[in-house]
């Protein structure tokens, strides 16, 4: 079992930065691949990036913007996401998947942290 605890969010202005952590407990999730999606009020829960072993995968809408990574070590990954906008809006979760199979829809995950909000003001 896998436990993830996501931080980080918070409200900040259009253009401005946030980086958001996922810290995993009870195993090693150095061959998971970890994802980031988020939901906005009234809309279904979207593909934001993945990392799979030192593979990166973005969708377009935040592509050049954000950047995932993960520290071995902390058993963490991050997201840095720069040039904020408010459609950006949402609350953001880390998701962990055993497998190797797809990376971008939630049913490819096994393991989910409960979110962190993320506000960009305008």
């Known amino acids: 079992q896998v436990q993830l605890v996501e931080s980080g969010g918070g409200l900040v202005q259009t253009g401005g930065s946030l980086e958001l952590s996922c810290a995993a407990s009870?195993?090693?999730?150095?061959?998971?691949?970890m994802g980031w999606f988020r939901q906005a009020p009234g809309k279904e829960r979207e593909f934001v990036a993945a990392?799979?072993?030192?593979?990166?995968y973005y969708s377009t809408s935040v592509k050049g913007r954000f950047t995932i990574s993960r520290d071995h070590a902390k058993n963490t990954v991050y997201l840095q996401m720069n040039s904020l906008k408010p459609e950006d809006t949402a609350v953001y979760y880390c998701?962990?998947?055993?497998?190797?199979?797809?990376?971008?829809?939630?049913?490819?995950?096994?393991?989910w942290g409960q979110g962190t909000q993320v506000t960009v003001s305008s």
């Open positions: 998701a962990a998947d055993r497998g190797s199979g797809g990376y971008d829809y939630s049913y490819d995950y096994d393991y």
């Open positions: 009870g195993r090693t999730i150095s061959s998971y691949t």
């Open positions: 990392i799979r072993l030192s593979i990166k």
